[in-house]
């Protein structure tokens, strides 16, 4: 079967929110990053390993969104990797609150969003394309 007629409908919508999420992942992390003072200040108590790991997995979200668009087995096991990087950066950040660490709220809704899409993502797509034979 031509895996481009198997794909389903959702994945090209998804593969290409990721894409762009993964997309604005960079150029925000990286204006926080490497943006100068100015930038620093507006990122205000960003805890710097949440930064990190958000900029850093940017690549990866593009990554496994253009795998899932293609619809290829490794964009299903990459996505199932992000989620599981996010679950760990978010159990470590909640520590990192919980032990009276500064931190900003919109980090607890965008770490937020970033995992429940990511696991909504890997759950899906390995339920369609995960056991599909090679």
Do not use: C
């Not at 959702?10 to 894409?19: H, L």
């Not at 926080?32 to 958000?54: C, I, Q």
């Not at 159990?91 to 660490?101: E, I, P, Q, R």
């Amino acid at each position: 079967m031509n895996n481009k007629t198997s794909r389903p409908r959702w994945v090209a919508f998804v593969a290409v929110i990721a894409v762009a999420f993964g997309a604005l992942t960079l150029f925000a992390g990286g204006k926080a990053l490497f943006g100068g003072d100015e930038a620093r200040a507006a990122a205000g108590n960003a805890v710097p390993f949440v930064l990190w790991f958000n900029f850093l997995s940017g690549f990866l979200y593009i990554l496994a969104g253009i795998g899932l668009f293609l619809w290829q087995r490794w964009g299903a096991w990459l996505a199932a990797l992000i989620a599981i990087g996010l679950v760990v950066t978010f159990a470590l950040f909640a520590w990192h609150v919980a032990m009276g660490g500064a931190y900003e709220m919109r980090t607890v809704a965008a770490m937020g969003v970033r995992t429940a899409f990511w696991l909504a993502v890997a759950y899906f797509a390995h339920r369609r394309l995960g056991r599909r034979p090679a």
